[in-house]
């Protein structure tokens, strides 16, 4: 079956420019200023951009044993709302993905049931205990693009070294959450003027930067190659900065929240507001902008992370960490950034879909000919207002529900085949 995009704004090459799409099946068959050829469906998008088909390395689907959040179906059919393709699923799961078998539970109901592409990310330690090396070889073999104990850190240095030695031997990225515990203790919000005026207890940046630091130096003695999720402080940017600046395979990460949200945001016991590691400070805000423009910051990714109405909505000390992010996160970077002055359309696209996608060496992000048929359509003019009811997660913790946003994914081509249409 053929399908012609017609008369809109395509992400070509690093820049937009007007061209015709002709896919063939999953795959795009020609890209020119003017294709005649007939096709089974025509899509007329006129005053729309066309974008690569989001690629998220970070995410959380919850799928399985904690469905209750959210599952393969909703996580995908959200994440399809949002203009992503293609989204990694993180191990922190119910069993958890440390073994063949849940890799491949995970790849064959996704492969069966989704509405995007979902890459597996390993356990790096058995149980994300910290405590043993996971069964990295059988899951590279069955396909892991990377492994994390993401949502737990490694606290053990020795254990650490050894993981990264063994993850380098299967050219395996590492990717850390960066959490020293008994420097974050039981802290709640950002070390900062904020959590004073609250009464909460804190998670001083240094819980964040003292693990960076460790990592890198075992990056560099391991030779593994390295990446920072969901980076937060302007001192971590400097350290990350000081190893790329001496050639170490160092790579970072930085969600939608911390962009475009500090501490402020807290400031209502807002739950919803409520992640690891948390919003910090306007300085590092700003800092983390400025990383991701000069290119220090390698992609964008989500840290999609939903939970359940019931405990989110409890005492800001007692509700979990995390932000629901699929659906508000195209909307939410081109409002607060891009409309605003502060950072290109091709950046943001470019963090989005290249960038990701080259980092862990997945065949998506980009429009060429023979590509994967995976694009995203967006009307920049168009308003977003996610509600309770208009969310497809199952989950809506996002501190965006109920506002108003502007650049609205109009539909999401996954493999030749619409997933989401508005």
Not at 223 to 247: F, M, N, P, T, W
Request: charged share 25%.
């Amino acid at each position: 079956m053929k399908k012609l995009i017609k008369n809109g704004l395509v992400y070509y090459k690093g820049a937009f420019v007007k061209k015709d799409i002709l896919i063939n099946k999953d795959k795009i068959a020609e890209i020119k200023d003017k294709i005649t050829e007939k096709a089974d469906e025509t899509i007329d998008a006129k005053g729309k951009y066309i974008f690569p088909g989001f690629v998220d390395i970070h995410s959380h689907l919850r799928d399985p044993g904690q469905t209750y959040k959210e599952d393969i179906v909703t996580g995908t059919r959200a994440a399809a709302k949002g203009g992503f393709t293609t989204v990694c699923a993180m191990p922190n799961t119910d069993p958890v993905v440390d073994n063949i078998a849940t890799v491949e539970f995970i790849q064959r109901r996704a492969r069966d049931l989704g509405f995007c592409k979902v890459k597996v990310i390993g356990a790096i330690t058995k149980q994300i205990e910290g405590k043993e090396i996971s069964e990295m070889a059988s899951m590279q073999e069955g396909g892991i693009v990377a492994v994390s104990d993401d949502g737990h850190c490694v606290q053990n240095g020795k254990l650490m070294m050894n993981c990264m030695k063994y993850a380098a031997n299967f050219k395996i990225p590492v990717i850390i959450h960066a959490e020293d515990y008994n420097l974050a203790g039981k802290g709640q919000i950002h070390g900062g003027k904020i959590a004073t005026q609250l009464g909460l207890s804190s998670i001083p940046a240094i819980a964040e930067e003292i693990i960076i630091a460790r990592d890198i130096m075992l990056a560099e003695s391991t030779k593994a190659a390295l990446h920072v999720a969901h980076v937060s402080s302007a001192k971590a940017l400097e350290l990350i900065k000081q190893a790329k600046d001496r050639g170490l395979p160092v790579t970072c990460e930085v969600t939608p929240h911390h962009l475009t949200l500090n501490e402020e945001a807290c400031v209502h016991f807002d739950t919803n507001t409520k992640c690891k590691p948390p919003l910090r400070s306007e300085k590092d805000r700003l800092t983390l902008l400025e990383a991701l423009k000069s290119g220090l910051i390698d992609c964008i990714a989500t840290d999609h992370a939903p939970h359940a109405d019931y405990e989110k909505e409890l005492e800001f000390d007692k509700a979990p960490f995390g932000i629901n992010g699929f659906e508000a996160a195209f909307a939410s970077l081109y409002t607060h950034l891009v409309a605003k002055g502060h950072l290109s359309l091709e950046r943001l696209v470019e963090a989005m879909t290249s960038a990701p996608a080259k980092l862990l060496g997945i065949k998506a992000g980009v429009i060429e000919k023979g590509a994967p048929a995976d694009l995203c359509i967006a009307d920049l003019k168009g308003k977003v207002r996610l509600t309770a009811e208009n969310m497809l997660s199952k989950a809506k913790n996002t501190p965006w529900i109920n506002k108003p946003l502007q650049g609205k994914i109009t539909a999401t081509i996954c493999d030749g085949r619409v997933t989401w249409q508005a």
